[in-house]
């Protein structure tokens, strides 16, 4: 069974207020899920890290009953069955991203919905599964303001993420690798992965290299440290100073 770190921050809200995480990490024997709710868009909709608790719970169980189901299926039923326990409608709905890892002795799978990597490291280098679509839409100016964000969410020239359609599972990324040719795994929310995408910090081997050193928190303080010398998002423009961070380092023996 393989060695599972795990460290996590909580950010602010939008108005710069302390506020509990609305990132989730939850562990199974055989698999990792990392979730990142999204902040709601209006105070009539449940927080996104409620929405996050509870997909989490619910892919945790669907895991638990069918470990050897495919993850996509796996994410269909848990959207569904959670949008079906509490009412929710697509488009008005709170919302999360996915990032799931799971292993047995021949494999190592990978699934991730929205903008939560995840990073494999092996033999032959390191492969990176990330969904880039939130952030090509923001680089082409496409998701300045809340309406933005709403009317290309779960859209076919938006982005994807799990709400309340199981038909976002569909549209996730995912990959498959022999499992004695992984070393290694990286989980991370964007409040850790903006630290090599955005601001330039590390790249994913540094990540990996500090928090073998020094600890995966030393990873979550340097990105707090970055900025806090950039207070009001001069150098990297951003719609909170600090965001939840959670970051697991998975480490295999082979």
């Known amino acids: 069974m393989p060695t599972i770190q795990i460290a996590e921050q909580a950010g602010v809200g939008s108005n710069g207020d302390p506020r509990p995480t609305e990132d989730h990490v939850l562990t ?15 105070p009539e909709q449940p927080p996104g890290g409620w929405y996050a608790g509870l997909l989490g719970k619910q892919l945790a169980d669907e895991l638990g009953a069918r470990p050897d189901d495919d993850l996509g299926a796996v994410l269909a ?19 999360s991203t996915v990032a799931m890892l799971r292993w047995n002795a021949e494999r190592v799978d990978a699934l991730v919905l929205a903008d939560s990597p995840i990073v494999a490291f092996g033999r032959s280098g390191h492969e990176v599964l990330a969904d880039g679509r939130i952030a090509a839409l923001r680089a082409a100016g496409k ?26 599972a569909g549209e996730a990324l995912r990959r498959s690798w022999p499992r004695d040719e992984i070393e290694t795994v990286l989980l991370a929310s964007d409040g850790v992965a903006v630290a090599v995408d955005d601001y330039g910090l590390f790249d994913w081997h540094d990540v990996r290299a500090l928090a073998r050193a020094q600890g995966l928190h030393a990873v979550l303080e340097a990105v707090r440290v970055a900025e806090r010398g950039d207070p009001h998002g001069a150098r990297w423009p951003r719609a909170k100073r600090h965001d939840d961070q959670a970051l697991v380092l998975v480490e295999f023996a082979n």
């Open 143 to 168: 998701l300045y303001t809340g309406a933005d964000v709403r009317a290309r969410r779960n859209a076919a020239d938006g982005f994807w993420v799990a709400e309340a359609d199981p038909a976002a």
């Open 77 to 95: 039923r848990a959207i569904a069955e959670v949008a079906k326990t509490h009412d929710l409608r697509p488009g008005s709905s709170p919302s």
């Open 28 to 42: 199974l024997d055989d698999a990792v899920l990392l979730l990142d709710g999204a902040t709601a868009p209006s």
